[in-house]
């Protein structure tokens, strides 16, 4: 696709951000942005996501894995995308693409389950915390009443971020949450403590249901959704936005990052199904008129190792490259990439950024809030919200 | 009118039935106390789904007709404590490291899901096949006590060691806390699980040291960092043998140097230092608050805790005792703290069984539910557990509980239990 008719594509929603009054409508206010998160399970590789080709250190520590050279698609600085992200390159073109690099915390866990705990809760690596950062931050400053609900988690069952508070619903497919959400019933004199929870619970799925309406036409989308469960994933998000359900947070995953052998084939893959669902979401929310009050950005527990191992593959890592992108996004590099001259003990690049600088971001650019009450310490934001 | 006769007639009979019993009372020796009225049904529903997993329409009928003592008692009666099930051929052989190592990455993952499988289905067998309300309770505290003495399959690695730790947190389950703690310590799940097959003289690792303060023991505030550095000097030397995955004791990386743990001083070892902890009121406070929060309530009553904790101290920390005063306690039968605990994904599925009397399907599709639901046995979060309560019910564990429901009932035809299982109140109990 040519730059122009990429631009030209943008259409209504671009010249939004030309406009200086309805420009400052979406300025920074307590979740009157949307913030789209996407899990990349398993904790992809950010070194053949965006491939330091010019290091020669990337080379000799993956003689078998490594993407050459002249499969790279280079976006300057002597980094470039992994072939399977092309489809990403007229975002990055717009400059509607960040890449957050060596993005990580300190006393990394090498655990799925506790490095992902880590990352919810914004917790320290020797910390355990309770409730997600999203749900403190919900608890601390609730998002409007009016909103369908406080977050959307789109195709998985576990709420991450959101666990412990707030209004949080899960659906894989809307039609299929209607149904689910008969089960449901409304409110009633509440009880003690625990009923209490419960009926609050049960009156947050009734009320979501309610205003995630499928009966009504559905939004008619131009843009054709990729056939695999990311894209699945991306086209229930949308029809969900699509129904004129308001929400603070939505969250999509994508799993199968855990790469121990045989990476090149399943890694490709899956950054193909994730281009390629990325490109349809913007492409959506373009045609919802949201596109330039959305940020989507991805997380995972954690990178993985610079050196491959023995089955064509890569074991678990500390710091890593993260997406962020939307309308209100300052494109181009943050952060520093990873030094592979210098490898932690067990074999791992230092982090340069703090995962909770991004959240930070979020929080204080994106929204307008204060950061600090929510992650515990006060967390510099970075630059990548425009 | 003939309501009234009815009424004096009835009125006449209990009468004379209640001094038929005191007459009959004052005949037998004198040790016997006057017969306690049966609980009852509600009250036996309450006894049985606290202690145990939902009530069965047989034990319920037969528990009712108890008076609560009598209960408390028969759920305390001894009941073997031999391993319930046979051990499934996957887990037959304990496989040490170094034979993992020569698997290939693929040969070991599947290794690791066919026994992790094993293992979930060994135990949910167990848990449903609990015979009497007593081998239920059994079953409880080993739950109790998974999450407690908190170890994972995620890092241990080991389907079998796991398997072996089920075995001896159920052994101890309703026994003795300071023998049970004197084991956990040198089980060499935990001992893996808490890095202490790897510490040593010299670089002492503190995670089981400060674990066993914080979480195991004393409770937060209660010791200090220089305690905890000290106790990980006494621990080393906890090892296990690669080969057979046993406990060994290496006396030459053990520090047998002078220390002191909570003012004691002394060439301690690390049971020299448990000896320590359980000799702290402190220990015996902060498992009588968390055993209040499995059986009795959410909000421990400080005033119960702390005369419950100096019994259950002064009774060498017999787990009975506890279990007795707490049972028996005012609070645990009080109106106000009934309904007030958020049943677990094991309460639900294994409770709902229990209580339609329904056969469940196959214990492996039980095993994925139970992890759909947030308690994925053998795998708590981290070392403190599942945090339970509240945060058992979200949108989508509570829509995957009632979807359960639903299923069920169709399935059985039950359509009149309806109302019940999809109501708020049946998360509760």
Redesign the interface.
């Known amino acids: 696709m040519k730059r122009r008719d990429f631009l030209g594509g943008i259409g209504a929603a671009g010249l939004l951000g030309l406009m200086p009054g309805l420009a400052a409508a979406a300025a920074a206010a307590p979740y009157r942005r949307l913030l789209i998160l996407v899990e990349l399970k398993g904790g992809n590789d950010g070194l053949n996501t965006l491939v330091p080709y010019t290091d020669s250190n990337y080379y000799s520590l993956r003689p078998r894995i490594a993407i050459r050279g002249e499969e790279v698609l280079p976006l300057g600085e002597g980094l470039g995308f992994h072939p399977s992200l092309q489809p990403l390159l007229p975002l990055w073109q717009a400059k509607e693409l960040a890449l957050l690099q060596g993005v990580g915390y300190p006393g990394p866990n090498l655990s799925h389950f506790r490095s992902i705990e880590i990352w919810d809760t914004a917790s320290n690596s020797d910390e355990y915390l309770q409730q997600g950062w999203l749900a403190r931050s919900f608890l601390r400053q609730p998002p409007p009443a009016a909103y369908a609900a406080d977050a959307v988690v789109v195709g998985s069952q576990d709420i991450g971020p959101f666990s412990g508070g707030g209004r949080v619903v899960a659906l894989s497919n809307p039609e299929q949450f209607s149904r689910l959400a008969r089960l449901a019933q409304e409110g009633g004199a509440s009880g003690g403590a625990a009923l209490a929870h419960i009926r609050r619970v049960e009156s947050d799925i009734v009320a979501a249901a309610a205003k995630i309406n499928t009966s009504g036409p559905a939004f008619a989308f131009q843009t054709g959704f990729p056939q695999s469960g990311f894209g699945a994933s991306v086209r229930t998000a949308c029809q969900v936005l699509g129904s004129g359900a308001d929400l603070a947070v939505l969250r999509l995953s994508l799993s199968g990052f855990d790469t121990h052998q045989n990476q090149p084939g399943i890694h490709a893959n899956l950054l193909r199904q994730l281009a390629e669902g990325l490109v349809a979401l913007r492409s959506a929310l373009v045609e919802l008129k949201l596109w330039e009050r959305t940020l989507v950005l991805s997380y995972a527990e954690f990178g993985r190792r610079p050196k491959e191992n023995q089955s064509n593959g890569t074991d678990h890592g500390t710091s890593n490259v993260h997406f962020a992108m939307g309308g209100a996004v300052r494109g181009g590099f943050h952060g520093e990439p990873p030094n592979l001259a210098r490898l932690d003990a067990s074999g791992n690049p230092v982090f340069s950024v703090d995962y909770r600088r991004v959240y930070a971001t979020v929080l204080e650019r994106w929204w307008g809030m204060d950061s600090r009450s929510v992650l515990g310490a006060g967390f510099e934001p970075l630059a990548f919200v425009v | 009118m003939m309501r009234s006769i009815r009424f004096r007639n009835s009125f006449m009979k209990l009468l004379m039935r209640l001094l038929a019993g005191l007459l009959a009372a004052a005949s037998l020796s004198v040790v016997a106390a006057p017969a306690s009225p049966p609980m009852g049904v509600e009250d036996a529903r309450h006894l049985l789904s606290r202690a145990g997993f939902g009530s069965r329409p047989g034990d319920l009928a037969a528990f009712s007709q108890l008076s609560r003592a009598a209960a408390i008692e028969r759920l305390l009666a001894d009941t073997p404590r031999a391993a319930v099930l046979p051990i499934p051929p996957e887990l037959a052989d304990y496989q040490p490291p170094a034979k993992l190592r020569e698997l ?3 040969e070991r ?1 599947d290794l690791q899901r066919r026994t992790g499988i094993a293992l979930r289905v060994w135990w949910l067998d167990g848990m449903l096949a609990a015979e009497s309300p007593a081998e239920q309770l059994r079953e409880r505290m080993t739950l109790f006590w998974h999450n407690h003495f908190v170890s ?1 399959v ?2 241990v690695k080991s389907a079998r060691l796991m398997l072996d730790q089920n075995r001896l947190l159920r052994q101890h389950a309703t026994g003795n806390f300071g023998e049970l703690l004197h084991a956990v310590g040198k089980d060499p799940a935990m001992l893996v699980y808490l890095d202490s097959a790897s510490s040593r003289r010299g670089s002492p690792n503190e995670n089981f040291a400060r674990e066993v303060m914080e979480l195991f023991t004393l409770g937060e505030g209660n010791y200090s960092e220089q305690d905890v550095k000290q106790a990980a000097r006494a621990f080393t030397g906890w090892s296990i043998e690669p080969a057979t995955g046993a406990f060994r004791w290496r006396p030459m990386i053990h520090d047998d140097g002078e220390k002191t743990v909570l003012g004691v001083s002394g060439r301690l070892d690390g049971d020299a230092v448990l000896d320590i902890l359980l000799a702290q009121p402190q220990t015996a406070e902060h498992l009588t608050r968390k055993l209040w929060r499995e059986f009795v309530s ?1 909000t421990p009553d400080e005033r119960d805790v702390r005369r419950i904790a100096a019994r259950f101290r002064g009774a060498g920390y017999d787990l009975r005792v506890a279990l007795r005063e707490l049972l028996g306690s005012r609070a645990f039968w009080a109106g ?1 703290n009934r ?4 049943k677990s994904p094991v309460d639900f599925v294994v409770g709902s069984f229990n209580s339609l009397g329904m056969e469940p399907p196959d214990a492996a599709a039980l095993a994925g539910l139970l992890r ?1 639901l947030g308690q994925d046995l053998f ?1 708590p ?4 557990g599942w ?1 339970g ?3 058992w ?8 509980r ?2 359960m429901a ?1 299923r069920l009932l169709r399935r059985e035809g039950r359509e009149d239990l309806r109302q019940v299982m ?4 049946y ?2 109990k």
């Open positions: 290939s990455d693929e993952r994972s995620q890092k959410p106000e309904q007030t605990l958020i759909q795998a979060p981290n070392v403190k945090p309560g509240e945060s019910i979200n949108s989508s564990t509570l829509l995957t009632k979807q639903e999809l109501d708020p109140a998360q509760l």
